[in-house]
């Protein structure tokens, strides 16, 4: 089992969300980002994303067995996901009243189903967002 102290040490909170380091660290490799410019996409994210509510077929079976692969690895609070332009940000519930959630990780949307996610987001904003 993995030790998930240093990977959910917070080390800055949005309005709407704690981000983890490691998902700070997630989001300055996968995607290029520097701190303000993340934190201003994730609670975009958290808002506006898609969630598993306006996915079907292939796409919405891949991100249920995505969350169901987390929770194999400790995680013990309810993992949730939103697709946000051609990205995937994995958010855990904070059980505690009071407290935020948390971005544990955000990663790219696998190519052979970029297409599906465009297409659900365009269905339901007109447009891709990001």
Do not use: C, W
């Not at 929770?71 to 309810?78: A, K, L, N, S, Y």
Request: no cysteine; net charge positive.
């Amino acid at each position: 089992m993995i030790d998930l102290t240093e990977i959910t040490e917070t080390i800055t909170e949005t309005k709407n969300v704690y981000i983890t380091r490691h998902a700070y660290e997630r989001g300055k490799e996968r995607l290029g980002l520097k701190k303000k410019a993340f934190e201003r996409i994730v609670d975009k994210a958290y808002l506006n994303g898609l969630g598993s509510s306006n996915l079907s077929g292939s796409l919405y079976t891949y991100f249920q067995n995505k969350i169901e692969y987390l929770g194999t690895m400790g995680h013990t609070e309810r993992q949730f996901f939103r697709i946000y332009g051609e990205n995937i940000f994995v958010f855990s519930e904070n059980n505690r009243e009071g407290f935020l959630p948390s971005l544990v990780t955000v990663m790219h949307i696998p190519t052979e189903l970029k297409g599906r996610a465009i297409k659900a987001q365009k269905a339901v904003y007109g447009k891709v967002a990001g």
